[in-house]
């Protein structure tokens, strides 16, 4: 489903439907294939016991999670390692001699699969192997990690970073089945003491009738901790938590979560130009230009900006003139196709046919105030500079005029009924009309 090649990828792939799409064809396969599915389910789920760490061509590939010793590896290489903490590009160093130490130690110290089965299998007799009253807490961490493995094995597929979170679970299990066996052994012995004791005592010697047998299935008594044992590791607990947040509190980078969402490198964004620099004159905005795109950022969000839309920028003079971005890509409510972006001082509309215009300045003071926008519509050319150094610039249903003593002029197209010609005329920009936001 993840690969390039996926039949799902050209299914117009991140948009509202996709999950749908993915979920129905998902369903339909399994009720079709039921003998199928359930196959390859229960050979995933026992590939976490198995001895060894292998993968098969329909499952994820082990070098993903091994320390490479190159960093050409394709499959090591991570798309968000390209980048810091900052979302600058960098570069890594290889250090040839640690890299292949840890390979070799990875290759030999690891988990293996027939220890986590042992601990599941000891978890779940742990309640048949204690005396006395049964005990349920192996069977139920037992359970419990067999749930965490059998859950991504019936809904994604067979990956080792699933079995991670299994192994606490199931040492823990084990840990209490062996414990269970040790409480067995020991009562068993506690029951045959007082037997071998009355056996050996010599040939015509009374006991005293009046002695309390000793039991034979007594519960051992578990040794309470005292109260300032607890308080010690609570304190510190505390301590340790409270000096990494003190020498390293958590600051938000609004341009590298926006990176991170579009999937970094290997999203539509693709690789980083440059790094992240402020723009000049506009408080707290910077900007950081990618091969598709660009991201604007404030101290509170960021915006990925399509390239298609940065041409409009660029000709408007930069976000020097247009600011920050107030809003992500926005498709217009009259017309799918029509789609813009908003800016702290203008906006920019975009269509495959028109291109990218961008209205800005004081005509877009007057456009966006107009209670006529909704007649007006979005720009169809870009501004000019008028001879008397005012400005002049098309819409869809007419045109703006702002002249040199700061007066504007907005001149609307009529609506006459098909056939007919349209001419301009001039209105006035508070005039009463039904106007909607693009």
Not at 101 to 123: D, E, H, M, R
Not at 334 to 354: C, E, I, K
């Amino acid at each position: 489903m993840w690969a390039s090649d996926s039949p799902l990828q050209a299914v117009n792939v991140y948009d509202g439907n996709t999950d749908k799409v993915a979920s129905s064809f998902s369903k339909k396969i399994i009720l079709a294939q039921p003998v199928t599915y359930l196959s390859y389910v229960t050979t995933d789920f026992f590939h976490y016991f198995a001895l060894g760490k292998y993968t098969t061509r329909v499952d994820s590939p082990l070098g993903a999670w091994q320390f490479p010793v190159t960093y050409s590896d394709p499959v090591a290489s991570s798309a968000i390692a390209q980048n810091d903490l900052q979302g600058n590009p960098i570069q890594p160093l290889m250090r040839l001699g640690l890299a292949q130490f840890l390979k070799a130690y990875q290759s030999i110290v690891y988990t293996q699969g027939p220890l986590l089965l042992a601990g599941a299998t000891l978890g779940l007799l742990a309640s048949f192997l204690s005396r006395g009253r049964r005990r349920w807490d192996g069977a139920f961490v037992s359970l419990v990690g067999i749930s965490v493995l059998a859950i991504p094995c019936f809904t994604v597929m067979f990956d080792y970073r699933y079995g991670l979170p299994v192994i606490p679970l199931f040492m823990l299990s084990g840990a209490i089945g062996i414990q269970a066996i040790l409480e067995r052994r020991a009562a068993k012995v506690s029951a045959e003491l007082p037997l071998q004791a009355e056996a050996d005592l010599p040939q015509g010697e009374v006991t005293d009738t009046n002695a309390t047998p000793p039991s034979r299935h007594k519960p051992a008594s578990r040794p309470q901790r005292p109260g300032w044992v607890v308080a010690f590791w609570a304190g510190g607990i505390a301590a340790i938590v409270t000096t990494v947040a003190w020498s390293a509190p958590l600051v938000r980078n609004p341009a590298f979560e926006a990176y991170i969402s579009y999937r970094a490198s290997m999203g539509p964004l693709g690789p980083a130009l440059s790094n992240r620099v402020p723009v000049d004159g506009v408080n707290d905005v910077t900007d950081q230009k990618f091969v598709s795109g660009d991201i604007v950022a404030t101290s509170t969000g960021a915006v990925v900006i399509p390239q298609r839309f940065m041409d409009g920028v660029e000709k408007a003079g930069g976000l020097e003139v247009l600011g920050a971005a107030r809003g992500r890509e926005t498709q217009t409510s009259y017309n799918p196709g029509l789609r813009y972006v908003t800016f702290d001082n203008g906006a920019v509309f975009w269509s495959r046919l028109g291109g990218a215009h961008a209205v800005y300045g004081d005509v877009y003071d007057a456009w966006v105030g107009s209670k006529i926008r909704g007649r007006l519509r979005e720009p169809i050319a870009d501004a000019q500079t008028t001879p008397e150094g005012g400005a002049f610039q098309k819409f869809a249903g007419g045109s703006i005029t702002e002249f040199a003593d700061g007066s504007v002029k907005i001149a609307v197209n009529p609506v006459r009924p098909s056939g007919e010609p349209s001419t301009a005329t001039t209105v006035d920009p508070n005039r009463p009309a039904s106007a909607t936001k693009p």
